[in-house]
């Protein structure tokens, strides 16, 4: 189950990095791993399955390393009453399940197997309780917490009092975020930049950064959506280009690969089971994606209707963003009709489509949108930056959106657990019960004090730092890396003083 237990073997400091299907998060890490060694760091992997060692490396199983998967074989048999009333339980799957249902994927476990889904909770938590009692890592290192996995981890650092370190790219183009809650609740960590902000305690670059883009919000892109990212690219619906290619062969031939080699992990990666069965069903989308956008592009609009609005955007799904950080805004109808028939009959709510989300609803939900009298269905590449300039407030998932609507001083109301919710014309609302209200704040609010919105905005640029993160496109950009490789250092001191002071 572990490799070789490199804590046993010298007396530096431990970093376990988590890998999963995520593409190219291996290779990342593997290349990360030099810069964190010349720190004074070693490196631990905990790892989902094996799928990572034949899509992304040389098809042999990393050294200092534990795979889920090993773990869930050595344990076999399980006993019948093989489950706790430990928590998370069944609330930690709900993410993967959330990717399951929406994808139309099917879970990779059957129900009558020997490893189900009902095992993987108290198995994870074990799992991750080995893994941390023989390497006692002083920080575990991934991106946003988005699955059980990051999340079994996750809990358990929390428990041990270490930081789970999330990369990220940040919202400010040209710069990257490392949280240490895994980005989770990140905006408390934010509030007290923002206490120092206002008592002037913050680098004088950052009120710099701060002020450049509130001036330049309209036309500034963050790094994930410009070409070739992972947000920009999501955006396609274009079934040549994304398939026809000698990339997708070359996946699918590495898929294949695994299949042969490791026949028993794919019964027991409870994530992702067959990786063909699994592009299978990632294509079927796309192409139900495509020929759907030919029935539902009637129903876009290009403007609003004369009048006062709130804007609200639509969401990519599944995503950490919404099936992590406000789970209970994932059925977007509902979202969308609670916030509409909570409006005064002299606002109508505008609901934009999202470029990366364009026609992946059936088209009964977009018929249903174009029956509600006072919703306006706006098509993706209408301006949503001019639209929120345009509107009395905005409305959002934890979305990009809602962070530049509140670099611009509108009012914004964030559903769910969002970084930007310590600003002061934000307000973040965890059920459609709190929905009301905050739209009663958001239409008769005064105008938010430019000084203030300047305070915490600094206060986020003082959070992020220069760099670059994409695990794809980051690699073998060593200048990239050091960037990364050095925030997560000052993550982790500053974490060392936070346990020492506690």
């Not at 810069?35 to 098809?59: I, N, P, R």
């Not at 009333?85 to 399940?97: N, R």
Request: with cysteine; proline share 6%.
């Amino acid at each position: 189950m572990i490799g070789n237990d490199v804590s046993s073997s010298c007396s530096k400091p431990v970093i376990l990095c988590l890998v999963n299907a995520a593409a190219y998060s291996r290779t990342y890490f593997q290349q990360l791993e030099p810069l964190l060694k010349g720190l004074g760091y070693e490196v631990a992997y905990a790892l989902d399955s094996h799928l990572s060692d034949v899509m992304y490396s040389d098809g042999l199983p990393l050294a200092n390393a534990a795979y889920f998967t090993d773990y869930c074989r050595s344990r076999m048999p399980l006993p019948d009453d093989y489950t706790d009333d430990c928590q998370p339980g069944w609330s930690l799957l709900f993410s993967d399940f959330d990717r399951f249902l929406t994808m139309n994927i099917r879970p990779a476990l059957k129900a009558d197997g020997p490893l189900r889904y009902e095992h993987i909770p108290k198995l994870l938590r074990e799992f991750f309780d080995d893994a941390f009692d023989r390497w006692k890592p002083v920080a575990v290192l991934y991106e946003q917490a988005s699955n059980s996995f990051a999340l079994s981890a996750h809990a358990r650092a929390k428990k041990e009092g270490i930081p789970f370190c999330s990369i990220a790219p940040a919202r400010i183009p040209g710069r990257i975020e490392v949280s240490s809650t895994g980005g989770i609740e990140d905006y408390k960590t934010l509030a007290e930049h923002c206490k120092k902000a206002r008592d002037r305690q913050i680098d004088q670059s950052s009120w710099r950064i701060a002020a450049e883009y509130i001036a330049q919000v309209d036309t500034a892109v963050p790094d994930y959506m410009k070409a070739g990212q992972a947000g920009e690219m999501l955006s396609r619906i274009g079934l040549l280009g994304r398939y026809a290619n000698i990339s997708k062969l070359k996946h699918l031939g590495r898929a294949w690969q695994y299949r042969r080699k490791y026949p028993e992990d794919i019964a027991l990666a409870y994530q992702h089971g067959d990786p063909f069965k699994l592009s299978w069903a990632y294509f079927m989308r796309a192409l139900r994606r495509r020929i759907r956008f030919t029935f539902v592009r009637e129903f876009y609009k290009l403007k609003p209707r004369h009048g006062r609005f709130i804007l609200y955007p639509l969401h990519f799904h599944p995503e950490a963003s919404t099936s992590v950080l406000a789970p209970d805004f994932i059925d977007e109808m509902h979202v969308i009709k609670s916030i509409a028939f909570r409006l005064p009959s002299s606002v109508r709510l505008v609901v934009k489509e999202h470029p990366s989300a364009v026609a992946m609803q059936p088209r009964e939900f977009y018929r249903q949108l174009s029956e509600l009298p006072n919703v306006d269905l706006l098509a993706s590449h209408v301006s949503a930056k001019r639209l929120a300039r345009e509107s009395v407030g905005v409305v959002c998932v934890t979305s990009t959106l809602g962070f530049e609507a509140a670099a611009m001083g509108k009012p914004v109301i964030a559903l769910g657990d969002v970084l930007y919710g310590y600003f002061p014309n934000v307000r973040m609302v965890q059920t459609c019960a709190g929905i009301g209200a905050a739209l009663e704040w958001a239409l008769n609010c005064p105008d938010c004090p430019p000084q203030e919105v300047l305070e915490a905005m600094a206060a986020y640029a003082e959070f992020t730092a220069a760099g670059a993160f994409d695990f794809k496109a980051s690699l073998g950009d060593t200048v990239a890396l050091q960037s990364v490789a050095r925030l997560l250092n000052d993550r982790i001191a500053v974490g060392k003083c936070r346990v020492s002071a506690d």
